[in-house]
């Protein structure tokens, strides 16, 4: 088991950012809530890495365009 200190996908201003957990599935993390990220009542961890990754880039798309609002 590999120890990871940060993230596999991070980009400096984004919200949501991706890394594995020890089990080597995926966490999809908010950076804003100190927590995992949650899409309605699920809560994005232990998802394969694609699904992450997917999940991750949408948020960030999805709040991006919401702090912009007025």
Partial sequence: MRARTRPLLQFSNDRFEVFPDPADNWIVWDRDENDFA????????????????????LLNKLFSKTDDLP
């Fill in 38 to 57: 949650e899409v309605g009542t699920h809560v994005l961890w232990s998802l394969s890495r694609s699904r992450a990754e997917a999940f991750c880039f």
